[in-house]
């Protein structure tokens, strides 16, 4: 894609935050835009770039390997780059080698290995928690569906941000989720509401952490997420255009 259809598409979504934010009484500086860059050419993250995006996000560490530092050499300095996907044991070293920010903890033995890794490197990592409240089979992140009446799930998450808060090497500064794919985006905002809930319920208890974010919203559902208070929202197409390749 031409390097004027990046800026006019981070325009437009930078405009439909400002107006999502104007409809609830929100400062659109409260809101982060992470333009999400998986199977697109360094080439675009520039452009992207150029048109003030100062957040990139990727969803595979093979993808971000050669990518980072391409951008850096392209555009002679490096944005803030946040992983988004599932990261598997093996690919925890990467992660803490490329990344500024992760969305992505998904289980307390990544969090237990990223918390080695990072305080092995010298770095205390922000990070979210992911957190599956849907309860779609498909989705990673700690199962909060019914968080509120089932006390399994209250209490395997509740003991897990308890040990996790214990790590050094990590800061925990939120929560993450994935919604479900719907035609409607008015059908994703319970899952919105419910992980915003989630997150007012673990500052109450956690304190000693700052909870501030919500990494919530997509290219289907932004405005919906910025309404129920996202503070980041991930968006790859609606800056992009179609994925490349996957
Ligand atoms: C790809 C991806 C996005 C962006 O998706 P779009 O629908 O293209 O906006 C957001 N979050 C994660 C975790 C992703 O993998």
Redesign the pocket.
């Known amino acids: 894609m031409a390097d004027v259809d990046v800026a006019k598409r981070v325009a437009l979504v930078k405009a439909t935050i400002a107006e999502a934010c104007a409809r609830v009484g929100r400062d659109p500086s409260e809101v982060t835009l ?1 333009a ?1 860059c ?1 199977t697109h050419p360094p080439e675009a993250v520039v452009a992207a770039m150029r048109a003030g995006v100062t957040d990139f ?1 990727e ?1 595979r560490v093979e993808e971000a390997r050669g990518k980072i530092p391409a951008v850096e050499a392209l555009a002679g300095s490096r944005p803030t780059w946040h992983m ?2 599932h990261i598997q044991r093996r690919k925890a070293r990467d992660v803490v080698a490329l990344f500024d920010f992760v ?2 903890v998904d289980r307390l033995k990544l969090a237990e290995r990223l918390s080695r890794l990072a305080s092995e490197a010298g770095r205390e990592i922000p990070i979210l928690l992911e957190i599956n409240v849907s309860g779609e089979e498909t989705k990673w992140g700690w199962r909060a569906d019914h968080w509120k009446n089932t006390p399994s799930q209250r209490n395997t998450l509740w003991s897990d941000v308890e040990a996790i808060l214990k790590l050094p090497g990590l800061r925990v500064e939120g929560l ?1 989720t ?1 919604a479900p794919i719907v035609d409607d985006p008015e059908t994703a905002r319970p899952i919105f509401v419910r992980l915003r809930e989630l997150r007012d319920a673990l500052a109450t208890d956690f304190p000693e952490a700052s909870w501030r974010h919500l990494s919530m919203g ?3 559902d ?1 405005p919906v997420a910025v309404e129920e208070g996202a503070t980041i929202v ?7 255009g179609p ?1 490349r390749s996957e």
Do not use: E
């Open positions: 992470v999400v998986k996000g969803n988004v996907g969305h992505s993450m994935m997509m290219t289907d932004y991930r968006i790859g197409r609606a800056i992009f994925r």
